[in-house]
Nanobody
């Protein structure tokens, strides 16, 4: 069974930085597309960023473009989200997700890690 575990969330002041990590276990995810999503209180889950299996293809939501950087380390089976210039609007539970090559939608999800940005 594939399991994803996020870590690195916390409380930061506006303008600060955090780096989230997503560790995979159960099997290697080298062939999986992976991404980050977030869900703020009272809102639906939204896309944040995604990265291809090779790490060479990345895409970001307009709201985080230029501030967040997604990356992965296949050798460590880990994905990262570097978040800089954080804003109060970034406050949410952040989820790691993975999509197997045959899947249409993301089919594996982590439990989420809380990010709170104070103003």
């Amino acid at each position: 069974q594939v399991q994803l575990v996020e870590s690195g969330g916390g409380l930061v002041q506006a303008g600060g930085s955090l780096r989230l990590s997503c560790a995979a276990s159960g099997r290697s995810l080298w062939s999986f597309a992976m991404g980050w999503f977030r869900q703020a209180p009272g809102k639906e889950r939204e896309f944040v960023a995604r990265i291809g299996w090779s790490g060479g293809s990345t895409y970001y939501a307009d709201s985080v473009k230029g501030r967040f950087t997604i990356s992965k380390d296949n050798a460590k089976n880990t994905m990262f989200l570097q978040m800089d210039s954080l804003k109060p609007e970034d406050t949410a539970v952040y989820y790691c997700a993975a999509k197997s090559p045959m899947a249409v939608e993301y089919d594996y999800w982590g439990q989420g890690t809380q990010v709170t940005v104070s103003s």
